[in-house]
């Protein structure tokens, strides 16, 4: 079964700091950019950040500087290391497996993370 898997979520502290893993499994990694997108409480969701398969990355304006995504192929897991942590960076973060060609994007099922004092 193709799946993408989450994990890492939970509550921290303002200015604090959390790593998400999203495993992949069902297919090789090394083939496919990938993404965490977020949803913010009252906001749609959006992309978050996104690294492609030769390792390039963007990132939304709200987190550049302060989140980092990563890809380790040989353990089929991309990684969404979060500092500098704000009330405003609450949301569920999903996972998510880009398009390829006509083939369809894969979603994880979601971490929430919870920023709060």
């Known amino acids: 079964q193709v799946q993408v898997v989450e994990s890492g979520g939970g509550l921290v502290q303002p200015g604090g700091s959390l790593r998400l893993s999203c495993v992949a499994s069902?297919?090789?990694?090394?083939?496919?950019?990938m993404a965490w997108f977020r949803q913010r409480p009252g906001k749609s969701r959006e992309l978050t950040a996104f690294i492609s398969t030769g390792g390039t990355t963007n990132y939304d304006d709200s987190v550049k500087g302060r989140f980092i995504i990563s890809r380790d192929n040989g353990a089929n897991t991309v990684y969404l290391q979060m500092n500098s942590l704000t009330e405003d960076d609450t949301a569920d973060y999903y996972c998510?497996?880009?398009?390829?060609?006509?083939?369809?994007?894969?979603w994880g099922q979601g971490t929430r993370v919870t920023v709060s004092s």
């Open positions: 069902g297919f090789s990694l090394r083939d496919y950019a």
């Open positions: 998510y497996r880009w398009m390829m060609g006509n083939g369809p994007g894969i």
